[in-house]
């Protein structure tokens, strides 16, 4: 079998390094064909040395310059800003493109990997909250494939392999319940940002980490979700499952329950993306005895984490109004994190930045450039309610 | 989509009866076309009024005459003992044959409904215990298909649709751990007939019921997983889960694990059994939030309960040991049930009986008439052994 081609958007960052320890280990199996980053000349260049693709671009320029500077030879073709994102992205060769750019960055490559009739395998969060109605049409004009990386996704992904759709009564979503899972509304009042930024199992980018203490990002999870399996958001359901060894689940009308568990290492779903349908041994990966204890699953509190139910009420509300909400929160977290917003003022701005959309209407999300237009509206609402705030 | 037409060994018995209420709901899916019992006329002249089968059969001559005297028409043929129960195994208008006789009395219609070609539901578990070797060569020469209704094998092959052979690493066999799971020696050694068929989650005949307690069932199930599955012994770990909602998981050499959870119901497994690949919509069917909570999982003691242990060295004995100590247990069992021999008694007869087919031989396992002469040899030997106990 000759080697899947792969191209990497976002290989320095964390998704897209585990990606390539994926495949180093599987040298016959996989071949690097192109890369792109943002702005890290210096681990983009490692990598260009190790893997020796035919192109790789950088976004920012002054790293580009530098990255020129280091390869003047040629044998890797160069190529700086978006648009060498978008070539990546569509690069003819490859055959799979890892989408692992951080945040709205990913929508153009990934939207681009898509009409190239591309399988993308998917960790970027916005691509599929922000647009998700138009990536999936995308998908399916151009004959591409969406599988996803995110932990939770793949496990759903892996627990419909072989099951008809038809037969799903409901997913379950589960969730770390993060630091503040047993907090009361005081104590929620006044968490600092080291208390929000400290995740009880997984490491992530602070972010990701205070979406997941507020359970925003469970709720963009079921965004996600909706438009991955073509689900209606009634058959998602969130629980919070502190042990974090069950990585979600699906319910069939039967009653039977298929749940994917194991050990919380990114490179377990990154291989099964990489693979699919197959699986990569990979015998460094295995859950220990120990780690099959007491699992709990309980429903979160939504007078408590509001957030998780505000993406469902973004769902029903239109097609834009999930990019709203995600541009609110970004607004919002990032508003915490200087210390200019309460914890709990987060799901505030977002809820806030929704009923606002209500009262003026969001237009359509049918093109990029609409939903991008959404998203910079929603931030003039967010920092308008965020500076409201007083303290 | 013309309806699965189903022969029924054993309708009369708890999986039969399950079976028929599952055929009753879905009247345009399935229609019964034979059934077969051993020896209640009573309940099966009602299944035959209710579903008009071209065949009935009867095992016991007495029952058989009443059944007779009880439908004189015609409508339905009746036939009566062995040959009736194989003339239902192989019926030739049957796509689908549940095999839900009970113990060894299984085996000949079962093998007659595989040497048929029939895809075969099986809930009888001498089957494979008894002759799994001889069962699967039959099945694969015949184009006949296996298909488990045991809650247990039929969750692994639920976790095993859609995923490839080669990709797993283990299969996890869970076990309630019955009702001395966390009992010493002291407290086996004078367990009563009446905490032993105390079991604390699943309603079952007395024999499978001490079964469970000693896990003895458990290692049997190891042996038809083994066959079903076509898997190395090494590959199968029991796991003690008390909470029984999770019915087994399948671990794959990356790592990931699929676990099969559900309401502790055999019309779930059934009705799997019957519609595979599809799944019939349930409703009746769920598990109640309130029941995901706390599951744990252990390894058993093998000292304490070493009967799962000699399950796994029957199978390394050789072909034949299997049967050996499914014949020995049931001779132990019923001694137990007498009160002729004490609970630890049960895996001194079982290992006694192995040890002594390492040291004269077996013979082979190629036929059912060698599986049966093995029977009735270890019987032989278990009176013996368990004659010798003194209480």
């Known amino acids: 079998m000759p080697p899947t081609r792969i191209a990497i958007l976002g290989s320095t960052g964390s998704i897209g390094q585990s990606t390539l320890d994926i495949i180093r280990r599987f040298p016959e199996r996989f071949r690097v ?75 153009v490559p990934t ?52 099951q008809r759709r038809a037969d799903v009564r409901r997913l379950y979503l589960t969730a770390s319940g993060g630091p503040f899972r047993t907090a009361d509304r005081a104590t929620l009042a006044n968490v600092s940002v080291e208390q929000a930024l400290a995740h009880p199992v997984w490491r992530m980018g602070p972010k990701v980490t205070i979406d997941s203490a507020t359970l925003m990002n469970k709720g963009f999870e079921a965004i996600e979700a909706r438009w991955l399996f073509d689900i209606s958001p009634e058959q998602i359901k969130i629980l919070i499952h502190p042990q974090c060894r069950v990585h979600s689940m699906v319910e069939f009308v039967d009653g039977a329950i298929l749940a994917q568990v194991g050990a919380p290492d990114m490179r377990g779903p990154i291989a099964y993306a990489l693979a699919y349908p197959e699986r990569l041994d990979l015998g460094f990966l295995a859950l220990p005895e120990r780690d099959f204890s007491g699992w709990e699953f309980a429903s979160p509190d939504p007078s408590l ?41 987060i799901a505030e701005v977002n809820r806030g930045v929704l009923r606002r959309a209500r009262a003026e209407g969001l237009g359509d999300a049918d093109s990029l450039g609409a939903v991008l237009a959404i998203d910079r509206a929603a931030r003039q609402w967010a920092r308008e309610i965020a500076g409201g705030f007083t303290g």
Not at 139 to 160: M, V
Not at 325 to 333: C, G, K, R, T
Request: aromatic letters at 6%; charged letters at 15%; one cysteine or more.
């Open 305 to 345: 984490f509001p957030c998780a139910d505000l993406a469902f009420e973004a769902l029903a509300d239109g097609p834009g109004s999930p990019a709203a909400l995600n541009a609110a929160n970004e607004v919002a977290v990032a508003a915490f994190l200087n210390g200019r917003l309460p914890f709990l003022g």
């Open 111 to 162: 939207l681009a990997a898509l009409q190239a009739g591309k399988t993308v395998a998917l960790a970027n969060k916005e691509t599929l909250v922000m647009a998700g109605a138009l990536m999936t049409r995308t998908a399916a004009a151009g004959g591409a494939r969406l599988i996803p990386i995110d932990s939770e996704h793949s496990a759903i992904f892996q627990c419909l392999a072989g």
């Open 33 to 107: 064909v192109a890369l792109a980053a943002g702005c890290n000349d210096a681990r983009l260049s490692e990598q260009v040395r190790e893997f020796h693709p035919a192109l790789a671009s950088l976004a920012h320029p002054q790293a580009f310059e530098r990255l020129q500077a280091a390869f003047p030879d040629g044998a890797t073709a160069l190529q700086a800003g978006e648009g060498g994102a978008a070539a990546v992205a569509a690069y003819p060769d490859a055959d799979l493109v890892v989408s692992a750019f951080v945040g709205a960055a990913g929508l």
